[in-house]
Structures are given as C-alpha cells and as structure tokens.
C-alpha cells in the first residue's frame, strides 16, 4: 500500500512537472525572460515578416536614427539630460525610442542608445561633445593599451540597455517590433584606437599591418562582449537586431574579408547557438555593412536575415549579388531628405519599385541627418505604403 502511494505521488509530482515545462516553452514566444508577466501582442508585425521573407501587407519602413537630433522634442530633453544619461536611464531611452512614433507611421522602434557603450563597459571613457561627436580621450594606442580593458563583467555593465528593452516592449503595447542593435568589432576597435570618428581610419588601418596578431586578440574579446551583449538584448525582449559594421567603407574588399567577415560570422553562429541551447525562439539578425557593397556576395554567406544597403548600392545589382532567398533594407541617399516634398516622393516610390514588395525593408542607406525637415518623414512613410 505504501508503495502504491509513492508510485502515485511519484507519477502526480512527474506530471506537474511536465505541465510546467510545457507551460514555460510554450510561454517563450510571448514573454520577457526576465520578468513574470508577458508582453503584449504584436499589433504590426510586417517587419518580421519581411525579415523572414513571408507576405507583407505593407512594404514596412523605419529608419536609422528615427529618434534624435531631428525631432524638436528630442532637442528639449537633451537640454535637460547629457547623451549618455539618456542611454543609461532605462525612462528616458524610452521616451526617446517613443518620440518617432508619436508622429510617423513606422514599422519598427529601435532602442536609443550608442555602440559606443560597449568600449565605456569595457572601462574606456567616452565623452560627446557638441559639434565633434564622440571623444575617447585615453584611446587605445598600442597593444601594451589592451590589458586596460575590463571584459571580465562588461555584460554586468550594460544591463540597463536591457532594462530598457524590457520596459519599452511593455510601453509599445505590441504597436510595433522593437530592435536591438550593435557596433561591430572592426567598428568598434576603429573608434578605441582613432579616440572618435575618423575620416581615415588611419590609425586603425596601421594596427593591421604593424599588429595583425593583437588585431585579431582585440577584435576576439569585441567579439565575445558583443555576443553577450545580444543575447542580453533578446532575452530583455528585442524582436530584431542590427549589427552595425559602419566603417566597412575604409577597407578594400580583402581588408573587408580579412578584417570584417569572419567576426561577423561569429557573432552570428555563436548567437544562434546560444539561444537555440537556451530554447530562446530566434529573431531576425541583420548587417549593415556601410559602404562594403563590393562584398555583398560574400555578405550573404554570412547567415544573417538581412542585409543593409548604403545609397550607392543598386538594389537590383544587389539582389542579383544575394539571390532570392536575403531581405534586403535601404536604401534612400539621407540628402534625398532635403529636396521637395514632390522629389521626395518620386524618389521614394521609384526605390521601393526597385526593391519591390517580396523580402524587402525600406529605410535610408545611412542615419537620417540633424537637420532633416519633419515633413519630410513624413513625405517618406506614406510613400513607402503608398508605392506598391
């Protein structure tokens, strides 16, 4: 008899337990993973789609810095709040990300942040200042200047990007995806060693030839913290991410190859890994390799969902180079944004023609500039939706 009912307990505790794990795998598609309640369901989920190359209802649009200098709304509140104060307080990164869509019709947010926290989580400063832009004033000069680096506890570093995913999801109340984004390692190892943009990347370039065995060293640990950092970015609840490689355009083709692709592959496999080990549902990865549209080809080999176009890229040239089987974003010149309202339109309808409906994501072939008129967002969307 007491046999019996230890079988039967046995077999009642077996079965909640199989209900739970069930419940909890079932519940993975719709939740943050670090919080108990689950996100809304997504209203609009065009972008996802086109990612995943499945029927759209609209060609979906957003754009590269859709929340920024722009918006009169962003201005204010950076009068209030220096830039990376924003980045760090999960409720303001959130207004931002909120600002665009109060005004335009777009199909995705984009978390407000930089790539230029992950060399701050790495313990180098980074400074913004007004009119020059990002200003690392102890960069990375030599490779004696690595052993400064703390990639030991980066991720623990960055987690209020990951806060503000989780919150945003949440205020979005499913209107749109959220994305999540990246610098890349070249990119990245660019600003540490040039202490900010650069024109030439000249610095940079001179560690490939002077350094190619600590290149590789430095552009591994970026590798390993960005990967963290984008499975951090998926389990807060990003729908979507981009990694960012936006000075590809100072390497050659063999520089890019050499330099670029293999990281990028890397970041891509071990991400998928990662999360497929977790039983985390994947999400659409896309790269933005600005400027590197002599490697598309190789680029599609890559793994990722999606490729990013600059402006000088051809789509038709493009989807040639990719085949059938890639969405592809982009790719509107940011300078078109200053013409007519009449030229606007023109331009926008005659790309998206191009592109066509069928794995495809509007957007420009680089940030949107500070200048831009808003009408002319506007002029954008609804000749995006309108096209096809």
């Known amino acids: 008899m007491k046999d019996t009912k230890t079988l039967g307990l046995r077999l009642t505790l077996w079965l909640l337990l199989l209900l739970i794990d069930r419940m909890t795998i079932a519940s993975y598609n719709n939740r943050p993973l ?34 920024g200098r ?9 009068k209030q709040h ?30 407000f942040s930089d790539i230029l926290v992950i060399p701050q989580a790495l313990g180098l400063t980074v400074e913004m200042h007004a009119g020059v832009g990002p200003v690392l004033p102890q960069p990375i000069v030599t490779p004696e200047d690595l052993k400064r680096l703390t990639p030991d506890g980066a991720l623990s570093r960055l987690t209020y990007v990951g806060d503000a995913i989780t919150m945003m999801r949440h205020k979005l109340e499913g209107r749109v995806p959220l994305i999540g984004f990246t610098g890349a390692p070249w990119t990245l190892l660019g600003y540490m060693i040039e202490g900010g943009g650069s024109k030439t990347m000249s610095k940079a370039k001179a560690w490939l030839a002077n350094y190619p065995e600590d290149t590789k060293l430095f552009l591994n640990l970026l590798t390993d913290v960005i990967v963290d950092y984008l499975e951090m970015q998926v389990e807060a609840g990003a729908q979507m991410l981009q990694i960012f490689e936006s000075s590809a355009e100072h ?10 692709a293999p990281y990028l592959k890397r970041i891509r496999d071990d991400l998928v890994e990662r999360l497929t080990k977790k039983v985390i549902p994947l999400v659409p990865l896309t790269l ?24 000088t890229v ?4 493009a989807r040639r180079l990719v085949g059938p089987n890639i969405t592809l974003q982009g790719n509107l010149d940011p300078q078109d944004m ?7 339109r023109t331009l926008t309808t005659e790309m998206v023609h ?15 500039t500070p200048q831009t008129p808003i009408v002319s967002m506007e002029v954008l969307v609804e000749a995006v939706h309108q096209a096809l």
């Open 34 to 67: 670090n919080h108990l309640q689950p996100f809304p369901p997504l209203k609009n989920d065009n972008l996802l789609r086109a990612a995943r190359g499945e029927v759209v209802d609209r060609v979906p649009v957003w754009v590269m810095r859709q929340a």
């Open 70 to 78: 722009y918006l009169p709304e962003f201005q204010e509140l950076r």
């Open 82 to 111: 220096d830039f990376f104060t924003v980045c760090r307080t999960p409720e303001l990164a959130c207004e931002v990300t909120m600002q665009p869509l109060r005004r335009f019709d777009l199909d995705a947010s984009i978390i």
């Open 251 to 260: 390497l050659s083709k063999e520089e890019f190859l050499t330099w670029c």
């Open 288 to 311: 933005f390799a600005k400027g590197a549209g002599h490697s598309l080809k190789e680029q599609s080999e890559l793994g990722y969902d999606v490729l990013g176009l600059d402006w």
């Open 314 to 317: 051809d789509p038709v040239e």
């Open 338 to 344: 200053y013409r007519d309202a009449g030229e606007l």
């Open 354 to 368: 191009k592109f066509g409906k069928s794995r495809y994501i509007a957007n420009l072939g680089h940030g949107i």
